[in-house]
């Protein structure tokens, strides 16, 4: 079969990542005898450089036209101010909201190997650590009202974001995650501030509905500030976590560090149809970009959920995940992830180890 994808590989260690991902996709397409058509177009700063806009139209039309995208990373210091007030980061909004990608899926998931590489306890972390992280992702804060007025009295002047969720908006999201849960553990924790916000109110109203759709899930509601604590503390209590759009930004972030790295943590960007954004939950790393150190593995386990999601292709998913495993079993590192007794590579090496292992 031919595939087309688009890949976007945006800003700093970004074309570094998604390179070694494109690799370990070709040797796939040889394995398995696949067509991989890439088709590379810009997003990000370089299209403000290149282009004049974090999101260029022909980007959005190469997208529309594909079977999947794969993405590295956007931003850095360089567009953190620019004349227009475009910036990187609104690029990768634009592409979510525009093809309605409303759920994104992280899994942390502990390879066994990467145990002593967590700040944690090992004891914490437990054996089977596999935690699945369910964000809205298409409204929310990130997309409510954002405006700043400025008053004649300096001290007046007041900046406002809205936090914004619908029914609608709310019930696709939470169908999603109890969805996921009955594939795997069957429990949700649904994670809010329902003792302040009223979004959170409504998040629970909803739930209380689709949970009758999905009678063999046990689930129950957490509050944000006591699931970060939680997170760290009893971190195997966890199966799968259905959050807003913020919450679940920064939940992510904190649960890469069960995994070793937010350099392994992968995902997938779905909507209702097959179309998907893949991309590492990990940003453009401007502080090691261009110096062949950054872990390629998030992007790599991202394209293996590509294969699985958007290209139904599981056999091949898998070869990918097991590969990551075997060149982990074999003592390789990224520095991120190095531990003493391992042996320390960098984003290109682990991309080619990758690629022969498979
Ligand atoms: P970051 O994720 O880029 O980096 C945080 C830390 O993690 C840094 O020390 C970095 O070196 C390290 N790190 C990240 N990815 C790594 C990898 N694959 N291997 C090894 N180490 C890795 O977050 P930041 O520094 O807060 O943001 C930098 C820029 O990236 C900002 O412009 C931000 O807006 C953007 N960002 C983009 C995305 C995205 O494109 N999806 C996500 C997050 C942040
Ligand atoms: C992520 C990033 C983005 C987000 C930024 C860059 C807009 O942090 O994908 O986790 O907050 O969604
Ligand atoms: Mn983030």
Not at 6 to 15: K, R, S, Y
Not at 25 to 39: D, G, R, S, T
Not at 153 to 177: C, F, P, Q, S
Request: aromatic fraction near 6%; charged fraction near 25%; charge should be negative.
């Amino acid at each position: 079969m031919t595939y087309q994808i688009v890949t976007l590989p945006g800003d700093g260690i970004g074309p570094e990542i998604v390179g070694e991902a494109v690799k370990v996709l070709e040797k796939i397409a040889i394995k398995y005898n696949h067509q991989f058509k890439f088709n590379e177009q810009l997003i990000g700063g370089i299209g403000i450089d290149e282009a004049g806009a974090s999101l260029p139209e022909a980007t959005i039309e190469a997208c529309l036209k594909s079977d999947a995208i794969l993405l590295g990373a956007v931003g850095g210091p360089k567009w953190d101010t620019t004349s227009n007030g475009d910036r990187p980061e609104k690029g990768l909004l634009k592409i979510r909201e525009t093809l309605k990608l409303f759920a994104n899926l992280r899994p942390a998931i502990l390879y066994k190997q990467l145990k002593c590489a967590s700040p944690l306890k090992e004891e914490v972390i437990g054996d089977n650590l596999d935690i699945l992280i369910v964000r809205e992702l298409t409204s929310g804060i990130y997309f409510g009202k954002h405006e700043r007025v400025v008053m004649e009295n300096k001290k007046a002047t007041y900046a406002e974001d809205i936090e914004y969720y619908n029914v609608e908006e709310i019930e696709r999201i939470l169908k999603v995650g109890f969805d996921a849960a009955m594939k795997r553990g069957k429990k949700a924790v649904i994670v809010d501030k329902a003792n302040v916000l009223a979004t959170s109110k409504l998040w629970r109203e909803v739930s209380e509905e689709v949970a009758k759709e999905f009678p063999e899930v046990e689930y129950s509601f957490m509050y944000v500030d006591n699931a970060a604590m939680q997170l760290v503390v009893n971190p195997m209590q966890f199966d799968v976590i259905i959050t807003n759009n913020m919450f679940g930004d920064i939940l992510s972030d904190e649960a890469s560090m069960l995994t070793g790295s937010i350099g392994m943590l992968a995902s997938a960007s779905l909507g209702e149809g097959s179309l998907g954004l893949y991309e590492p939950s990990h940003g453009s790393a401007p502080d090691i970009a261009g110096q062949n150190k950054a872990n390629p593995i998030a992007t790599i386990l991202s394209a293996a959920m590509m294969l699985r999601y958007s290209l139904g292709l599981n056999a091949e998913a898998y070869a990918i995940e097991r590969a990551v495993e075997c060149v982990l079993d074999q003592g390789y590192r990224t520095s991120d992830i190095m531990n003493e007794g391992m042996k320390l590579v960098g984003t290109r090496e682990m991309g080619e180890l990758i690629c022969n292992a498979i």
